[in-house]
Every structure is written in C-alpha cells, then in structure tokens.
C-alpha cells in the first residue's frame, strides 16, 4: 500500500510539473542589434530593450540616431516574444534567449498578413554597419545632393539629400515633395555609403557607391517589396518644388468644407460654431502614416500651447479602411499617443478617388500630411503639402519658422 501511495504521489508531482507553464524568458536589458533580412541584403536596426516592473511587459524603442521611438508594449507568448506596431499595421514575433531573438517582422493589412521578412536580434551591440573602427574611408558625403530615385516603371521621384559626416559616421535624411525618409543613419566604408532607417512602417535599406566625379549610384530597398535605384550629384543650390504650390484650390473655390465623424460619432463641420471667428489649421493625415506621425509630434504640443489665442485645429483622417470599427481603434490609439486635444475625424480611406470625393475643391490630396490654413473669414490663406520633420534638420526648423509666422498674422488678424 505504501508503495502504490509512494507511487501515486510521485505521479501527482510529475503531472503537475508537466502541467506547470514554463516561465518567460527574461530578455537582457540595454540596447540590440537587429536585422531584418531581404534578398541577401541584411538591413540593421537597434532597439533599446527594458522590462516593465509588473514583470511580465516590456517597453521597447527603435533607436534611429537622435530619434528614440517607442514602439507598443512587448509581450510573451509561451517561448516568443511579440513586438506589436499597431499604428502601422505591423508586429515582430520572435522566439527569445536572454541575449537573442529569431523570428518574422509582418506587415498586416485588415487582420491578413501582406509580407514578412526574417528578424534577428542579439543582446550588447551597438552598432548599425561596421564595429568601432572597422569602417575607413577618405570619402565624405557631408553636404546637399540633387538626388532622383527611379522605379522598375521608370519613374523617378526627385528629391534632396542632406547628410552629416562625423569621421565615418553619417547622419541625415533625403527630401520630397510628399515628405521626408524620417531619421537615416549609418556610415561610409571606403568607395561606399550605407545608410538605413526603421520606425515599424519604413525599413529602409540604402546602398551607393562614392564615384570620382562626385555621383552616388545606388539602390533602396523599402519595406517587404519596394525596390529603387538612386543616383545624386552633389549641388549645394539643390531646391525642391514650393511647397505651398503644389495643393491648391480648383478655379471658383475660396474655402474648404466638409462633414466627417469623429471616433464617437459625432459629425464635425467647419460651420460649427467653434470654428467661428477663428484661424483654423486642418491637417490631411492618416494614422499609418510616419510624416504624419511627425507633424502630429509638432501639431499636438503646439495646439496646446496656442489654443486660447483664436486658433483651432481639426485632423481629416484617411485610413486603409473606412469602416468605424476598423479604423476607429487606430485613430484612438493615434490620439492616446500623441495627447491629441483637437478632433480627429474619419474621413475615408487613403485613395485618390476617397479623397477627391471628400475634398472635392482641392486640385488633388497628393501627400500625407498636407496641411490647410484658414483664415478668421474662412478663406484659405496656405496649402502645404508634405512635411520635413526633425530628421530633416535645418529644413524642419524652417517649417517651424514658417509655420509660427503665418499662424502669428492669422492670429493676428480681425
């Protein structure tokens, strides 16, 4: 009897350690090297790691040079750890030691997996391209360069490049008309630049050769499936087209209009009466959108600061969908992280035919962000189209300068 009870207990003991989950894995603190890998080409990025005190979350930032952007709380999933990017329609799942991750960055659209790339990352390094002292070169890339990226169509996008270079380190970002490739960091090796950039919606890849004659001949490659060729010449004179020239209203409109619901339903028009008398700013958005994230960053604090001046705000959303309980939840959470105090409306999805059917008086929403300034009457004073956001240096302290002159004499006005 004995025996058999010695038995029974043993099992006992057995099963309930058989049944007992295994405990997460604790990853390290401090910052990781990671690299999502496409077409043999490996694209670096760094994220800065912490556990949460209730033990269980993590709260983790992609490091971009100067940028330290946090990403959604991270969290265990039996052995994998799952990095959500709900703003961007993206998450990392990757199967965890102490110091080491492997797993699958995927992009989501609508609750369906669009593309993936394999993700690794280890624990206690630093750098994006090349260790310390392992890149050398005599080139230097530092100043303004006229740049075109050419697609597989043949159609090229102009744009301009403005990079710093520290040693072999370069820091800097490229230019468009419909906005900027946010924070580019990354180094110069010899006769070659490499360059990338991750913010859970860009990963991009950058590669150039450093001609004799001053070109950079390259690729880019963005995202799960994008490809491009670049070449820039170096031009300190390089401008782009005018910003505030490239949105405008068609011929008979002096003023804009609309009415869209906010995330609770209720139905905003530039009529209502807090609206009246007032300077207004509307900003084209979209909660999948990084350059809208970064006027987002300016916007929020500064309609703060200003809101009791005569001045309000309004954001027309155009999300991947336009069904409320699909896009609703991502505006919600656009408004939770950036504190938001001004409506944020659904406007419709992000298409051109959306788009012009809801703001049928401009000549064409062709960048998100594009931003609106209306003035105390109701007449729009300034279209801007695009944005050039803190990665862009001197350019987004331009903005800043532009943006705070032209909102003083709206302000200012009777």
């Known amino acids: 009897m004995r025996l058999i009870i010695s038995a029974a207990v ?7 350690f058989a049944c007992k989950p295994a405990a997460d894995p604790t990853l390290k603190n401090g910052v990781w090297r990671a690299t999502l890998n496409r077409e043999n080409q490996q694209l670096p990025l760094l994220l800065d790691i912490t556990k949460n005190p209730d033990g269980k979350t993590y709260t983790i930032f992609a490091l ?8 959604d709380s991270a969290y265990f999933e039996n052995d994998s750890i799952v990095i959500p990017m709900q703003l961007f329609d993206a998450k990392i ?3 965890a030691e102490p110091e080491s991750l492997k797993g ?12 993936s ?7 206690g390094e630093s750098y994006k391209f090349f260790k310390s002292g392992e890149a050398k070169s005599s080139k230097n890339v530092t100043g303004k360069w006229a740049t075109f990226f050419m697609d597989d169509k043949g159609d090229s996008t102009q744009a301009v490049g403005n990079f710093t270079q520290t040693g072999t380190d370069v820091t800097g970002s490229f230019l468009t008309t419909t ?24 990963a991009k890849l950058f590669k150039a050769a450093i001609g004799e004659n001053g070109i950079l001949k390259g690729s880019l490659w963005s995202g799960v499936k994008a490809y491009k060729t670049w070449e820039a010449r170096l031009d300190p004179k390089a401008e782009l087209p005018d910003a505030a020239k490239l949105t405008f209203l068609k011929p008979g409109f002096e003023t804009v209009d609309f009415s869209f619901p906010d995330s609770d339903g209720k139905v905003w028009s530039l009529k209502d009466p807090s609206f009246k008398d007032k300077a207004v700013i509307i900003q084209i958005m979209g909660s999948w959108c990084p350059n809208c994230m970064d006027e987002t960053n300016f916007m929020a604090p500064w309609y703060q600061k200003n809101k009791d001046r005569g001045v309000e705000m309004v954001g027309l959303s155009f999300e991947r969908s336009d069904k409320p309980e699909v896009a609703n939840p991502k505006i919600r959470r656009m408004i939770s992280r950036f504190d938001i105090d001004y409506p944020i409306l659904l406007a419709g999805t992000n298409t051109d035919e959306a788009t012009a059917k809801a703001l049928p008086m401009l000549n064409k929403v062709m960048s998100y962000p594009t931003t609106i300034f209306i003035d105390k009457k109701g007449k ?15 350019y987004y302290d331009e903005f800043v300068s532009d943006f705070n002159s032209l909102m003083d004499k709206l302000i200012a006005e009777k």
């Open 10 to 16: 043993t099992l006992f003991c057995l099963i309930q």
């Open 64 to 71: 971009n040079g100067a940028e330290k952007l946090q990403l």
């Open 93 to 95: 799942i990757a199967k």
């Open 104 to 115: 699958i960055y995927y992009r989501v659209a609508n609750g369906v997996i669009t593309g």
């Open 117 to 123: 790339l394999p993700f690794e990352a280890k624990a």
């Open 179 to 202: 906005g900027d490739y946010r924070f580019l960091t990354g180094s110069v090796n010899g006769d070659s630049l490499f360059l990338s950039t991750f913010d859970g919606s860009n």
């Open 380 to 394: 729009v004073r300034e279209i801007h189209t695009g944005f050039s956001g803190p990665g862009t240096g001197k």
